[in-house]
């Protein structure tokens, strides 16, 4: 409480882009974090640049595992240095399907994160439909939380963030169906997605330049498929590659996301072998 003068959001250069966008619709002033050579966040950077916005640091925004696809190995160490300074960390739980049941945004030190319903607990991933899921956060800041006239109008404070009281209600019961019948069979899942792609990648390394790796060497639910050399010498792109495989029945990777000229494959675990 008291301190609205803090508005500087330090943010990974491996964020989503929807992380930038959304700390400056807020107002906030958005401090770009370098990466490492393994598309680490560069802690020496994020150290410098939190005590140098120690007084007016509002928070970082971090997704884990990256969207480089690794799992940040200084991830608590960054969030202490966020904490130690003043700052709050959300967490971007787009890549939840590879921390149920492993991890989790309370044991690396996340203050907030948004889970996502899609991917990870059973919603389809993009096609234009409506987004729906739960936004958690410590106890500290339930006070601060949303609500909904429906269910406060006694309160004064009763702003809400959807004109619908329970968002996409019709959504909730498939991921509430998916939890219910798989248990603990969930840990199994997320398994299966690191295991998918870590199979995938050592299956294309020879082939292809893979540009990111974790500490170990290997990757989490997805991984990244450089192709800009093979651009260089033939021509193809990224976009061709794309619509040839589309050609034999395959979802394309996401394109030039996080790095342009590249794929990003997430087989997911849903693929079968």
């Known amino acids: ?30 401090v770009v974090v370098l990466c490492d050579e393994h598309g680490n966040i ?130 909730i019961p498939i991921s509430y169906m998916y939890i219910k019948m798989l248990g603990n069979d969930l840990l199994k899942s997320t398994q299966i997605a690191i295991l998918n792609a870590n199979y995938m990648m050592e299956k294309i390394k020879d082939h292809y330049k893979i540009l990111y790796r974790g500490t170990s060497g290997r990757c989490a639910h997805e991984f990244i498929m450089d192709i800009r050399d093979i651009k260089k010498v033939s021509g193809i792109t990224e976009e061709d590659v794309a619509k040839r495989l589309m050609d034999y029945g395959f979802h394309a990777p996401t394109m030039s996301f996080p790095v342009p000229g590249t794929l990003m494959i997430e087989p997911t675990e849903s693929e079968d072998k």
């Not at 003068?5 to 107002?27: E, F, Q, W």
């Not at 969030?79 to 991890?103: E, K, R, S």
């Open 1 to 30: 409480m008291g301190q609205g003068h803090r508005n500087v959001c330090l943010i990974p250069s491996s964020a989503h882009g929807t992380n930038p966008a959304s700390a400056a619709i807020t107002g906030l002033k958005v």
């Open 42 to 171: 560069n802690v020496s950077d994020l150290k410098a640049k939190a005590e140098e916005h120690s007084k007016n640091l509002s928070s970082l925004m971090v997704t884990y595992p990256s969207t480089h696809g690794v799992f940040e190995a200084s991830i608590k160490e960054i969030t202490d240095i966020i904490h130690t300074n003043g700052g709050q960390v959300y967490m971007d739980g787009a890549n939840m399907n590879a921390q149920v049941l492993i991890t989790s945004p309370a044991t690396i030190g996340a203050d907030v994160c948004h889970l996502n319903l899609h991917k990870t607990f059973c919603i389809p991933h993009g096609g234009g439909g409506p987004g729906i899921g739960p936004i958690c956060v410590r106890k500290h800041l339930a006070p601060f939380l949303p609500g909904h006239f429906e269910f406060n109008r006694e309160e004064k404070l009763n702003w809400s963030m959807t004109s619908a009281p329970f968002g996409s209600a019709g959504i």
